[in-house]
């Protein structure tokens, strides 16, 4: 039904850039918002950016001014630019995606972000 398949995570110095991308690869199925979360190890997940059908946008305020957040609905692909990453950005970044079609959450299999020097 629903498969989200993440990429661009890896390995970056502080002050670096990467674009995480997450996308469903199926078609007929409509989803409304998008959103990236993280989990650093001994911390709760935690909502990072959403980014609405319509387009509004919503970050944390720890990543606001740096990351940037974006949908191709005709892809159905979110995307989640981050510049000037910090070690404290390090963690386990999920993409996870509301289904209107089927009314739920879905979510992806995460990517690895490591900012360090």
């Known amino acids: 039904q629903v498969q989200l398949v993440e990429s661009g995570g890896g390995l970056v110095q502080p002050g670096g850039s990467l674009r995480l991308s997450c996308a469903h690869s199926?078609?007929?199925?409509?989803?409304?918002?998008m959103g990236w979360h993280r989990q650093a190890p001994g911390k709760e997940r935690e909502l990072v950016a959403s980014i609405t059908g319509g387009g509004t946008t919503n970050y944390a305020d720890s990543v606001k001014g740096r990351f940037t957040i974006s949908r191709d609905n005709a892809e159905n692909t979110v995307y989640l630019q981050m510049n000037s990453l910090k070690s404290e950005d390090t963690a386990v970044y999920y993409c996870?995606?509301?289904?209107?079609?089927?009314?739920?959450?879905?979510w992806g299999q995460g990517t690895q972000v490591t900012v360090s020097s």
């Open positions: 996870r995606f509301y289904s209107l079609t089927f009314s739920r959450h879905y």
């Open positions: 199926g078609s007929g199925i409509r989803f409304a918002t």
